[in-house]
Structure formats: C-alpha cells, structure tokens
C-alpha cells in the first residue's frame, strides 16, 4: 500500500501506531479494537511506527526487505542489540560499548539484591528411553547475579541417561544430593521471602519475590512446586521477546541477539541460563514507558464500546490510539 498514491482519505484513515491504512473509518476502528496498539510496543525510533515484537522491529529494520529509510538511518546510528537509534554516529558508538554484555559474570558470592529471582533447572533423563525429564540441579540468582541457592537434587525416579555430554552431570553428584522435599520447601522460602503464598496478590506482592526463568513452568512442573502465574517473568512467553508468528525463541537465540554473546559455549550449566533470564528481565523492565499509562496492566482496557462507533468514527488515528490499551503486563511496570 505504500506504492500507491495515497489520497487524502485514505491517510485520514491510517492507523497512527502501525501504519496500517484502510479506505473507511470504520475499518480502522474495528482494527483499534482488535490490535491493542500501545505506548509498551517497540517502537522505530526513526519513522515511529509500533511493532508487535522485538522481532518485528528488527525486520523492519535489518530484515531482508527493510523500510529503505529507517535502515540507512539505523546503519548510520542505531545499536543491533536494543535496536535503539541515537543523535549522532558517535553516541551510537559510545552506547554500543556498554549495551553488549560479556559472557563472563560476576564471582558469585552469595545474597539477593532486588525484588527479582532468576532459576534455571537440569534435567536427566527418566524411564525407559530416558526421555522423561527429571530435575537434578537447580540454581537460584538475585539480580546482583549472586547465587542465593544452588543444589544438586535427588531424582524421584531411576535415572536411565545423564546426559553427561551436554549438563556434565555425573551418578555420583546425585548419590548423596538434597531430597526433592528439601529443595521444594527452601525455594519456596526463597520466593514467598515470609508471604503466605495465598496472600500473594496482583500488584501489592508484599513480601513475594518475582520469578525469572526461560520455560518457567517445565522447572516448576518438574520440582512439583506452584507459583502465581502474575509473580512469574518468562522470557519465552513474554510477547515483545517472541518470533513474529507468535511462537517462542530459545534462551540461546534471545542472549544472542539481545545481549550480545552467546551463553552455549560448553556443558550446560544453570547459573549462566540464570544470569540470562535475569538480564533479559531487566534490559525488558528498564525500558522508557510512561509509568502514569492506563494500558499494560495485562487487562483488556480498550475503551471501544459500541455505543461509542459514531463518535469513534469522527475521532483523528490520534485520538483513536490514545483509547487503545495493551493485551499484556508490560514488565516496565515492575516495582
């Protein structure tokens, strides 16, 4: 559609966070009401047009077929981690400097800083063909990237693959490792940090830490523990970190592509998929979205009811966008 000569109808009719346009007013109100347009979207920091993911946005920019001019000003200026686009070359050089991590962490010294815990699970295998997955080290992180607990844990079941090759676990680190009850009551103290778990409710936690992983429930379904699904961070599941189609990426592909190194280099180890979930979370929290919005509160607040068409019908793509509200919790939103 851009190809095309746009008249004046039809730009009075364009979407003002996609783009999108449409030949009757009344199309682009029923796309506001299914779209859930938002100030929590990625946004191109050169033409200002809303995507729906990460992903999008960086097609749009770097893709095979990018807009022509939102790549030439991104190669001259923009970073290829936080897809970001800065004044000037020189401050886009300066800021790339600190915006990739390294592979190497911090020396784990013990302790929690912050409101967030990260936790990665390993799994050896069960049952006859070893496919059923059982927990067998388990390691939980503060947001200083210090270890606040790490174990190794006693199958519930025989063991039938170690799979050594890839999480380096071998029979007799599990000989005399912690009981799975032990383990189930000490990440629970961690997590509900003195909250009763049936106090803990949206928005006034209290006391209750939130829960960062990669595929959080596989870990907590394989410890058998429950967590409120509102007190949990998952990098897999959490839209603007999804593919286009809606499907999830792999912690690996996310470290690559959003902090900049890669956290597969050898045998498995939880602590490093910890530290990524972890900077994953907070490079997501720490986005610049005015806090005083409606929308992201993971609630439909879009404000389209029917008895408003006609006067929807009349409003500006502006005024239209400052109705729409966003269909997931933004984690910009975190305490």
């Known amino acids: 559609m851009d190809s095309r000569r746009e008249s004046a109808e039809t730009l009075r009719n364009k979407c003002s966070a996609c783009f999108r346009q449409y ?6 109100v029923e796309h506001m009401k299914v779209s859930y347009h938002s100030v ?4 191109c920091g050169a033409c200002r047009k809303h995507c729906r993911s990460f ?3 960086r097609e749009h920019l770097i893709g095979p077929l ?5 790549a030439r000003v991104f190669s001259a200026r923009g970073c290829g981690i936080c897809l970001n686009i800065f004044d000037s070359p020189a401050a886009a050089r300066y800021h790339r400097q600190a915006c990739q991590y390294s592979r190497a962490a911090p020396m784990p010294k013990g302790g929690a800083g912050g409101r967030a815990v990260a936790m990665a699970c390993k799994m050896v295998g069960g049952g006859s063909d070893g496919s059923v997955d059982l927990c067998a080290r388990v390691c939980l992180i503060g947001e200083d990237e210090n270890i606040i607990f790490q174990t190794y844990v006693k199958p519930t079941a025989p063991v039938t693959n ?7 676990i071998r029979p007799e680190y599990l000989r005399d490792a912690m009981p799975l009850k032990l383990v189930q009551r000490r990440i629970q103290d961690i997590l509900c940090n003195g909250e009763p778990l049936w106090k803990i409710r949206p928005r006034s936690y209290g006391r209750a830490r939130i829960l960062v992983g990669h595929i959080v429930d596989h870990d907590l379904e394989r410890l058998g523990l429950d967590y409120p699904a509102f ?6 599941k959490y839209p603007p970190l999804m593919k286009t189609s809606k499907l999830s990426n792999t912690l690996k592909y996310l470290t690559q592509a959003y ?10 180890d939880p602590y490093e998929y910890c530290v990524a979930a972890m900077r994953l979370y907070i490079r997501m929290r720490s986005q610049a979205h005015p806090r005083d919005y409606a929308s992201g509160s993971g609630e439909v607040q879009n404000n389209y009811p029917a008895w408003r068409q006609r006067e929807m019908e009349r409003m500006s793509p502006e005024e239209l966008l400052a109705l729409s509200g966003s269909d997931y919790y933004c984690w910009c939103l975190d305490p």
């Open 162 to 168: 170690y799979r050594y090759e890839v999480i380096g």
């Open 259 to 268: 902090l900049g190194y890669d956290v597969h280099t050898g045998i498995q």
């Open 55 to 57: 992903e999008s946005l």
């Open 231 to 236: 007190m949990i961070r998952d990098t897999a």
């Open 66 to 70: 990018p807009k022509a001019e939102c």
């Open 40 to 43: 929590h979207e990625p946004k």
């Open 23 to 28: 030949n009757k007013m009344e199309h682009l």
